[in-house]
Nanobody, 115 residues
Framework: QVQLVESGGGLVQAGGSLRLSCTAS????????VGWYRQAPGKQRDMVAH???????NYADSVKGRFTISRDNAKNTVYLQMDALNAEDTAVYYC?????????WGPGTQVTVSS
């Protein structure tokens, strides 16, 4: 069982920045995928950004140029730096780790952007 602990959410004004962190109970260097997803009220959960086991980062079109995903393998932590936030970024953000034996999600952290 993989445990994921997220932090960094909160309330921010439009145009501001936040950094989310997700610390895993496994070595994230060896996982198949680590990433961030989000779900706004009444909408489906969508991919925001992820890093595959080859080290390639992928982003949703809506966040390209504003969000940056990174990881610290020594700390088993993945980050999501979010800049130029707008009201459409308001959602619960979830960390996800996919290993060879399972697909794991964090409990989520709320991000609210006020306009």
């Amino acid at each position: 069982q993989v445990q994921l602990v997220e932090s960094g959410g909160g309330l921010v004004q439009a145009g501001g920045s936040l950094r989310l962190s997700c610390t895993a109970s496994v070595n994230i260097f060896s996982v198949n995928l680590v990433g961030w997803y989000r779900q706004a009220p009444g909408k489906q959960r969508d991919m925001v950004a992820h890093i595959t086991n080859g080290g390639r980062a992928n982003y949703a079109d809506s966040v390209k140029g504003r969000f940056t995903i990174s990881r610290d393998n020594a700390k088993n932590t993945v980050y999501l730096q979010m800049d130029a936030l707008n009201a459409e970024d308001t959602a619960v953000y979830y960390c996800r780790v996919v290993t060879g034996w399972g697909d794991y999600w964090g409990p989520g952290t709320q991000v609210t952007v006020s306009s």
